[in-house]
């Protein structure tokens, strides 16, 4: 489905993608709210001649309009990403070939794009430990393939 030249390069990206998405969700947010601030004013007779009531929810739907796409593409590498780590149905991944704390590592800093500190406060490990499994995995992935991984159950699909 996706051809990265290692584990770590599609965790990466699919990183990336998260805090893109992230981005994206503060900034419709931001612009929601300001479409509902600008109705507000409308509605109490408090706006100046000339102005488009409407443009603020214009603005809006054209932004995502716009950004459905790259969302939707995001969020289908991020689900790649996961099956890799789980399977396709929470069932074989990187979690039945090691154990679930190191697809759950890389799942919190890559696909949840959660920070070192963060990821071993989930874990409750140190961020020593997290680091450490999070190269054990990309090592484990890299020496399979994640296509095969996400269907595997014990040695994967070997």
């Known amino acids: 489905m996706y051809s990265f030249a290692s584990a770590r390069d599609l965790f990466e990206t699919a990183r990336g993608a998260a805090l893109e998405n992230a981005r994206w969700r503060d900034r419709q947010e931001d612009m929601r709210s300001r479409t509902e601030h600008v109705g507000g004013t409308a509605s109490n007779g408090g706006g100046g001649g000339g102005h488009d009531p409407n443009a603020a929810s214009d603005s809006l739907m054209s932004f995502e309009e716009a950004h459905a796409r790259m ?54 490990r140190s961020v020593r430990w997290c680091r450490y499994a999070a190269d054990v995995a990309f090592d484990t992935m890299d020496g399979i393939e994640c296509d095969r991984i996400i269907d595997g159950v014990g040695i994967a699909t070997i």
Not at 77 to 87: E, H, K, P, S
Not at 90 to 104: F, P, Q, V, Y
Request: aromatic share 10%; charged share 25%; glycine share 6%.
């Open 71 to 124: 969302v939707e593409d995001n969020e289908r590498l991020m689900d790649y990403a996961t099956a890799v780590l789980y399977g396709r149905h929470m069932d074989g991944g990187l979690a039945s070939l090691l154990d679930c704390e190191h697809a759950d590592v890389v799942c919190f800093h890559w696909v949840m794009a959660c920070t070192w500190d963060e990821t071993a406060r989930n874990m409750h």
